[in-house]
């Protein structure tokens, strides 16, 4: 098992570019998460899904949009760079909400650097 | 809104000691606490969960509380290692909307050889 990978692991943008970071994962989880890590602002959520087909809004979900087209599979784009988007981001999964034990693995992480 | 801190922001030990590092959240509707640990440059790896019906949990050297009432985690670490030299996360599952985790900014921990 893989676990949680992120693709890439680097990149720089230029303000007003777009991309789109990969989050896959192979423990056939039905959560999946994107956060992002800034000194001093800890981890923030911003977006994440419940389902294949399904994505919701977490606490910072201003310039980023997501799809969750296959089940392993979560997608976080951003249409216009900003440099205010400078940070590590990371994508993490866990099973079903409510069993007895539902964890949530993170990949390793994403540095994007917005000039 | 749930909120999480982590005192001390940093903290440098001798080999060998034991320690403890304090999580605190403001609503007490949890439905369980995570420990993390991230090393320099990398993702972070889940060291113990709690359930919120739950009063501690423990792996090797690691030993993790929960105080859900007074809303306090404490991450005992026993016979401290270089090789625990981290930052230390602590993150509450909120109890009634789904499985959004809070994070603390985490416990800078060095251990001196």
């Known amino acids: 098992n893989a676990g949680v990978t992120q693709t890439p692991k680097f990149r720089v943008l230029k303000t007003g570019q777009s991309m789109t970071l990969l989050c896959a994962q192979d423990?056939?989880?039905?959560?999946m998460y994107w956060y992002r890590q800034d000194p001093g602002m800890g981890l923030r959520l911003i977006h994440y899904?419940?389902?294949?087909?399904?994505?919701a809004k977490g606490e910072v979900p201003d310039g980023y949009n997501v799809s969750r087209l296959k089940k392993q599979n979560f997608l976080l784009g951003l249409e216009s760079a900003a440099p205010s988007q400078t940070s590590v981001y990371f994508c993490?999964?866990?099973?079903?909400?409510?069993?007895?034990?539902?964890?949530?693995?993170f990949g390793p992480g994403t540095r994007l650097t917005v000039l | 809104k749930q909120e999480v801190t982590q005192i001390p922001a940093a903290l440098s030990v001798p080999e060998g000691e034991n320690l403890v590092l304090n999580c605190s959240f403001t609503?007490?509707?949890?439905?369980?606490l995570q420990w993390f640990r991230q090393d320099p440059g990398k993702g972070l790896t889940s060291l113990l969960l709690?359930?919120?019906?739950?009063r501690e949990q423990t792996s090797g050297r690691l030993n993790a509380s929960l105080d859900k009432s007074s809303g306090r985690s404490t991450l005992y670490i026993a016979a401290s290692q270089p090789g625990d030299s981290a930052t230390y996360l602590c993150?509450?599952?909120?109890?009634?909307?789904?499985?959004?985790?809070?994070f603390g900014e985490g416990t800078q921990l060095t251990v001196n050889p």
């Open positions: 993150a509450v599952r909120p109890g009634t909307s789904g499985s959004r985790l809070t």
């Open positions: 709690i359930q919120s019906s739950q």
């Open positions: 609503d007490s509707a949890i439905y369980n």
């Open positions: 423990m056939n989880h039905e959560y």
């Open positions: 993490a999964s866990s099973p079903l909400a409510g069993g007895a034990y539902n964890e949530q693995f």
């Open positions: 899904s419940v389902g294949e087909g399904t994505t």
